[in-house]
């Protein structure tokens, strides 16, 4: 089983891990809260000569620990298990583990924790065999290069899976920061070229103790890059090459405004060495990554920059990805702007409309709200989710609201008319598939009382609070959802809203979420509506869409609420 095919195991997406531990050029697999693999890298199957599916799923410690004549080991004396229960990295030069065919491979390994996105807690273990032959004479005196390789790898591993769990830019920065320092420097700074060509210095951070301090002083605009400077930094800016650069570097004439800018930073830091990696995206040079010594007495030496090269295109791709993410979000969200439509003021009526995307969607989607004067001085209300939260989901509803915007203006008929022949056209002349519905009609009724009428094409029902916080469904007029071909009539509904109530309409990401019944949702928001009745009707809204929304939710949210005049 590649890579490519492997899907969730124990809720783990096991082909991010896979592709991350890819990365490691020695042997790595991680391991769930329980103990049990849940990825493996090729070279981990190559060196213990098992294929991928005799890992997954299985205890790491009862699969492969071993003694050194291949002896089960028990689990109170692995260190391995010991330091993972923990939940601490460890490391070991000299250790066991079992093969397919039987025989044990010595190994050095280390350990350490591995957070794969935000709700994923696991271990990741690499190890290595020495290579030289056993039992033919002394040993080398182990393995500090060979052990700075492993935690050079550990630390690659930690890198690529903090920095690509997370589509947002300032995180990945952040994540970037307590990666790099106080690990490998006392000082962090990092230039990033915007989307308009300027070079911004954005973060500027020194470890102090066991606190990373920022330096706002030392941020902000930078002079643009000059085309032909050998200055370090400026190289970097170019995407030419990483190098090493110390306070002497800049100490001549400067030859452009960023070589004064970095004199200016040597000298306020007092760093004595410095490595500058340029940070690359998948398009275009995006910055620049350079770590600083001043407390840490060593230099940095040429021999350190494939490592801070390695981290610093790594962070290319993440910030390249968060970018994307957040450019298409900004267009998203204009577009879902521009679709949902401003509400119209009603004399007597106060109204208040949300919309939340979906967290994990493209921040557009199928949830809808409308609101809109009638010829006959009454006014529409609408309320539907067109199955979907992506692009093609807003245009469906962008055509279905339109279309009923037509119809109720030109026909004067019944609710449950209206979306009759709303079903009848997006069958034929939409690419919408499915979708829920409420449409109404209020006006004044009598002695401060107004009358919703009203027909329900398969969505949750509105919900109706007087200004005593009495709590109703409105339950009546319930039909089936558009887009089933079924032909039925469609029911209408009448009620009387008393004065000070509050009619609410919503979408179902409000109230379902993941192993919650429809009913624990329903109750949850007719609970939190009556105890919020009091409030103006934006907090009540701001209130009541805090308070009920699942935080798991992964729909979008359209939400209505209108108060009826106190009469």
């Known amino acids: 089983m590649t890579g490519s095919e492997r899907t969730e195991v124990h809720g783990l997406s096991v082909p991010v891990a896979s592709a991350m531990l890819e990365a490691i050029g020695t042997g790595a697999y991680v391991v769930d809260e329980e103990g049990c693999i849940v990825a493996v890298n090729a070279r981990a199957e190559e060196l213990l000569g098992r294929p991928a599916a005799e890992f997954l799923g299985h205890d790491a410690h009862d699969l492969l620990h071993r003694g ?218 995006l910055g620049a990554l350079t770590l600083g010594r001043t407390e840490t007495p060593a230099a940095f030496a040429p021999v350190d920059l494939p490592l801070i090269e390695d981290i610093a295109r790594r962070a290319g791709l993440a910030l390249d990805n968060a970018r994307l993410y957040q450019r298409q979000r900004k267009v998203a969200e204009t577009m879902q702007n521009h679709l949902l439509p401003q509400m119209p003021g009603v004399s007597g009526l106060e109204m208040a409309v949300r919309y939340m995307p979906a967290p994990d969607a493209s921040h557009v989607g199928g949830d809808w709200y409308d609101a809109f004067p009638l010829s006959d001085e009454s006014t529409a209300l609408a309320i539907g989710d067109v199955v979907g939260h992506d692009l093609e989901a807003a245009a469906g509803m962008a055509q279905v609201r339109n279309m009923l915007r037509a119809y109720a203006w030109s026909q004067h008929e019944p609710p449950s008319r209206i979306v009759e022949r709303l079903d009848e056209a997006i069958q034929h002349i939409t690419d919408v598939a499915m979708a829920t519905m409420i449409f109404g009609r209020i006006e004044a009724a009598h002695e401060g009382h107004w009358q919703l009428s009203w027909t329900n094409a398969g969505h949750p029902p509105p919900l109706l609070i007087s200004r005593d916080g009495l709590a109703n469904y409105l339950t009546d007029g319930h039909g089936i959802l558009l887009g089933t071909q079924a032909g039925f009539r469609r029911p209408d509904a009448t009620a009387l809203l008393p004065p000070g109530s509050i009619l609410v309409l919503y979408t179902d990401g409000l109230i379902e979420a993941p192993g919650q019944s429809l009913d624990t949702g329903l109750n949850r928001l007719r609970q939190h509506a009556a105890a919020l009745a009091h409030r103006p009707l934006t907090s009540f809204t701001d209130q009541l869409l805090r308070r009920v929304r699942p935080a798991d939710n992964d729909d979008d949210v359209a939400l209505l609420a209108l108060r009826v005049p106190e009469g």
């Open 68 to 285: 050194p004549q291949g002896q089960q080991l028990p689990r109170t004396q692995c260190a391995m298990r010991q330091a993972f229960h923990a939940g601490r990295p460890a490391q070991a030069d000299e250790d066991y583990f079992a093969r397919a065919d039987g025989s044990v491979l010595p190994i050095s390994w280390l350990v350490t924790p591995y957070g794969i996105g935000d709700r994923q807690a696991a271990t990741l273990v690499v190890f290595h065999t020495p290579e030289y032959p056993r039992d033919t004479g002394p040993r080398p005196e182990p393995a500090a290069q060979w052990l700075s390789e492993l935690q050079r790898l550990a630390l690659l591993a930690e890198t690529t899976a903090q920095l690509t769990s997370t589509l947002d830019v300032d995180e990945a920065l952040r994540r970037l920061v307590a990666l790099v320092v106080p690990r490998l420097a006392d000082w962090v700074i990092i230039d990033l070229i915007t989307e308009h060509d300027e070079l911004w210095r954005t973060v500027v951070v020194h470890a102090e103790g066991g606190t990373l301090v920022q330096h706002e002083d030392l941020q902000g605009p930078m002079p643009p890059i000059p085309e032909e400077s050998p200055m370090p930094l400026s190289r970097a800016l170019r995407g030419v090459a990483s190098t090493l650069a110390g306070p002497k570097t800049y100490q001549g004439t400067p030859d452009s405004g960023i070589a004064v800018e970095q004199g200016r930073l040597f000298h306020a830091t007092g760093m004595h060495s410095a490595a500058i990696a340029p940070i690359r995206g998948p398009r275009s040079v």
